[in-house]
């Protein structure tokens, strides 16, 4: 654990019920005269969108939708997007939508300047500096974006999806109104939560980990595996999913503060050379690397058994603790209906080779494992998953 740590969080949060409402002051406060609203059309086509124009009408303000966003961007169709903010003059930012609408949103509220582009900013973060007020507002509960510093971004010249870290990303406002997240799918619902349980866990697990990312993780991964069955199988269960949406966004706290490890590491490459959806990578990984992590976390494995368990608790050593969590999350991914192999997507086992090359090229995050990770070891994890 580190002798110093720090903590970095949005200006203001909103939750529950009606939370939306919450708009109008945001953007009457701020004196807005052109609203940007970043979103795809996947949220549009689902109606999604319509539950927060229906206070930025009230407001009067002028808006500009900038919606064309793929699934899991290249940084080039993120900058697109950014270049057509850039020309709309809007004076504030409110993103709807999941983590690729919500990175390229804070990506856009660092890049005014024409001096650099996204491009720039894969080597060179720092280089940005924010120019404009964000307000995010998520339609999933798992990817934790409206809580970080971090934007993810495909880059199909190396086949891998890297992140910008820059704390100016941080956003102004959140909110977190379950209403973005009742019609869900359930597919979707349990990949972005099991993202979130994978930030919560690693973020617990990592070499960053400190006092204060340890209580938003170990809270997050409480309300997670106690809500995200019922969340994923039962529409109407909006307690659950406000819960889900608290719970991610704890998680994403946790990551600023801590960061996650070789579960989001290695699968990356998934991502990045198979299009993957992020979730759906995490979850495939999740188990064999707690598995391989085990060793060197069991005693805080154990601490999340005594936190997270509350029906009768029938385990007393640490190793039984620590074995039933990594059970847990495997039974949670089982019951979810999320692949566990990468043969569903028709991975060859004759890219292993890439596989463990891009992979280990995301030392940022493999850095914080508590158990290195080799080239060989790497090559063990796919070798699992194939």
Do not use: W
């Not at 992140?163 to 972005?192: E, F, P, Q, W």
């Not at 349980?197 to 980990?209: P, Q």
């Not at 199988?233 to 991610?248: L, R, V």
């Not at 579960?263 to 064999?288: E, Q, T, W």
């Amino acid at each position: 654990m580190r002798s110093q740590y720090n903590l970095k969080l949005p200006h203001s949060v909103y939750s529950g019920k009606n939370s939306l409402e919450n708009i109008k002051s945001i953007l009457l406060e701020n004196k807005v005269d052109k609203l940007a609203i970043f979103t795809d059309k996947g949220i549009e086509r689902a109606g999604l969108l319509n539950y927060p124009m229906e206070f930025v009408k009230q407001t009067g303000v002028d808006v500009v939708v900038l919606d064309d966003l793929p699934a899991e961007p290249t940084y080039k169709q993120v900058q697109k997007l950014v270049d057509r903010f850039k020309e709309s003059k809007a004076d504030f930012i409110m993103a709807v939508g999941g983590g690729s609408v919500m990175d390229t949103a804070k990506l856009a509220s660092i890049l005014l300047t024409d001096r650099y582009g996204v491009y720039e900013l894969l080597s060179r973060p720092q280089l940005a500096k924010k120019c404009m007020k964000t307000l995010m507002i998520p339609t999933t509960a798992g990817t934790g974006s409206e809580a970080t510093p971090n934007a993810i971004v495909a880059v199909p010249e190396k086949e891998l999806k890297i992140g910008i870290v820059n704390d100016d990303m941080i956003s102004d406002y959140v909110i977190l109104d379950a209403i973005m997240i009742k019609k869900l799918s359930r597919k979707i619902a349990a990949s972005t939560g099991i993202d979130a349980l994978a930030h919560a866990i690693e973020c617990f697990t990592s070499n960053k980990a400190n006092p204060f990312s340890d209580i938003f993780a170990l809270e997050a991964l409480d309300m997670i595996l106690n809500n995200i069955v019922q969340a994923c199988d039962n529409p109407e269960a909006m307690d659950a999913k406000n819960k889900m949406q608290i719970a991610s966004f704890y998680a994403g706290i946790a990551i600023t503060a801590s960061g996650t490890t070789a579960v989001h590491a290695l699968s990356y490459p998934l991502g990045g050379k198979y299009h993957i959806a992020h979730g759906v990578s995490n979850a495939i990984l999740l188990v064999p690397v707690m598995k391989f992590n085990e060793q060197v976390c069991v005693g805080k494995l154990a601490e999340a058994y005594d936190r997270c368990v509350h029906i009768e608790k029938n385990c007393t050593t640490v190793e039984e603790k620590s074995k039933f969590m990594i059970d847990q999350f495997e039974k949670i991914v089982k019951h979810l209906d999320i692949p566990t192999s990468l043969s569903v997507f028709g991975v060859p086992e004759s890219d292993l080779d890439i596989l463990v090359d891009s992979g280990m090229q995301v030392t940022r995050l493999l850095d914080n494992n508590m158990r290195k990770v080799t080239s060989e070891d790497a090559r063990k994890l796919y070798k699992q998953i194939l």
